[in-house]
């Protein structure tokens, strides 16, 4: 049997309902709008009127009369002065409106949900904070939070952003193992995924945990405002360093906070060990670290690797060689430590005639090994010797000399670096998402912080000398030969090289010349160095 189908004014009645719903939504919406002064003036009205009837209320019938007399009085004397009914309705209107007016209610204390991950937070640190015995416990499994967890602060989310929190005296704060033990509880109940900072106030028994915001990425390689003989190595927390520098991020000029690093015949650190896992930002950093040597010394590069990340500086003015083999490697080391010498006697026999060093002695001298666990093995095959082997002069007389070394290493080649190099490398970066037990291993010290999951290139960790362990982001400086490489990066990185012979700026290797230069300087660095000066 076929289905009739239904009337048209079945089918349609339901869409013209609710446009109609819709309409009349719209239309009391608007009413509202409009309206909305008077319905105010209205409430107001209400609640004056309500107060009037309790305050009449509350009053003896034996001083009813007297104060209807007196309303009665200043009603009459309003209505005789000139303009009197007109300032008293606009009185009575002004007081309705104050009094209808709809106060947004202001919270003083934690919202449930606050309240339940506190009370949550307290219960957790019940077994730590407990001891059999304790005459009036702080924590106490059904005790009051408030007590001991003060001074919080949430996101939007809902997670703890900011806590104080007090503990027993007899708590062991003193020792790092009880202190980690209470920190990954409080790293696991607060939220992964981010950074903490733990604050141990030990004489007055109380610990701050606050979340760490994210360094940011965006700055990239550019001229930085500092002084000679400081170098920039990476950017760091506001409350860890008392300085900034202006500088100009993708999203325009801001002032940051420097990791500065301070080298010279004053310096109390005057070499620099760079640690880290592959693509971590180890090569980065001394990229950046050589565009910054260039403004007022000279520069010596060894890369290990031999993949020509350090192409872009063959040639330049004020790159005294970039050797990426074995031979090139002990050539150009060798020249350095002659050339320390050089500057040792040099300066030694002015001041014993009472004359100023030699302007040659004073100009900084930068030598840059990249990867020199790779040269050693490669050196060790052929027979020779290992060119960490002369470093030594550099290393131990170069503060003197005004000669900086600086060498990066993986970490899992780390144990190939000899005993000189980690001896006068005090000052040193670890890159990547390092187990914190191998930071605390290189550095020295452990942060204080909590390990990061997932962390950018350039990310890391720094401890200069006896400092304080700090956080540090190193800026973009990568590659201009990398086809991979963003243009402005790339462009960044090639305006602060100083130009080849025959070229006006940096631009020159700009847009498509760039892929050109770089496929003919590869080859060239990988099968010979370029020459090292003689000694003097």
């Known amino acids: 049997m076929a289905r009739r189908p239904l009337p048209r004014i079945l089918t349609s009645g339901s869409a013209q309902l609710a446009r109609s719903r819709e309409l009349a939504r719209t239309a009391a919406d608007s009413a509202t709008d409009v309206l909305h002064p008077l319905i105010t003036v209205g409430r107001g009205l209400r609640k004056l009127a309500a107060m009037a009837r309790t305050k009449w209320a509350a009053t003896p019938k034996e001083r009813r009369g007297p104060s209807l007399f007196s309303v009665a009085a200043c009603v009459l004397v309003v209505a005789l002065i000139p303009y009197g009914p007109l300032i008293a309705l606009i009185t009575v209107m002004a007081a309705a409106a104050w009094a209808g007016r709809v106060k947004v209610p202001v919270r003083t204390g934690p919202a449930d949900a606050e309240i339940a991950r506190l009370s949550a937070l307290y219960e957790a640190l019940v077994p730590y904070f407990s001891a059999e015995g304790d005459p009036a416990p702080l924590f106490a499994h059904g005790g009051e939070w408030s007590k001991a967890l003060s001074a919080y602060e949430f996101d939007e989310d809902g997670r703890l952003t900011r806590l104080r929190m007090s503990y027993p005296a007899w708590f062991t704060d003193s020792e790092a193992a009880s202190r980690d033990r209470i920190e990954r509880l409080l790293h696991a109940k607060s939220g992964r995924g981010r950074e903490y900072r733990f604050v141990w106030d030990e004489e ?137 010498e050089r500057r040792l006697i040099a300066a030694n026999r002015a001041r014993q005639a009472g004359q100023p060093a030699p302007e040659d002695t004073r100009r900084p001298l930068w030598i840059l090994v990249d990867r020199p666990g790779t040269l050693g093995h490669l050196a060790a095959a052929d ?61 020295g010290a452990a942060p204080c912080t909590t390990p990061a999951g997932a962390v950018p290139p350039g990310r890391g960790y720094a401890r200069l000398g006896t400092g304080e362990v700090l956080r540090i982001q190193v800026p973009a400086t990568p590659d201009p030969y990398d086809d991979t490489t963003a243009e402005e990066h790339r462009r960044a990185v090639l305006d602060l090289l100083p130009p080849r012979d025959g070229e006006s700026d940096g631009h020159a290797e700009s847009g498509e010349s760039g892929e050109d230069t770089a496929s003919e300087a590869r080859p060239a660095l990988t099968k010979a160095a370029v020459a090292v000066p003689a000694e003097g």
């Open 204 to 340: 007055g028994n109380t610990l701050l945990m606050s979340v760490l915001p994210a360094l940011s990425t965006a700055i990239a390689a550019q001229p930085f405002v500092i002084s000679p003989g400081e170098t920039v190595l990476g950017f760091t927390d506001p409350d860890s360093v008392q300085r900034t520098v202006p500088v100009t991020a993708s999203d325009g000029t801001e002032q940051a906070p420097p990791v500065v690093w301070r080298t010279g015949p004053r310096s109390t650190e005057p070499h620099l060990l760079v640690l880290g896992d592959p693509g971590s930002g180890t090569t980065t950093l001394l990229r950046s670290i050589a565009l910054q040597a260039l403004r007022h010394g000279d520069v010596l590069i060894v890369e290990g690797a031999g993949t020509g990340e350090f192409a872009s500086f063959a040639g330049r003015p004020g790159v005294l060689g970039v050797e990426c083999g074995p031979a090139g490697a002990l050539s150009g080391l060798e020249w350095a430590a002659q050339e320390t």
């Open 383 to 443: 027979g020779h010797m290992d060119p960490q082997e002369l470093l030594q002069v550099p290393l131990r007389h170069g503060r003197a000399a005004q000669v900086t070394v600086v060498v990066a290493e993986q970490l899992d080649g780390a144990g190939a670096l000899t005993e000189t190099v980690r001896t006068h490398t005090r000052a040193r970066v670890v890159l990547g998402p390092v187990p914190f037990d191998e930071v605390a291993a290189v550095l």
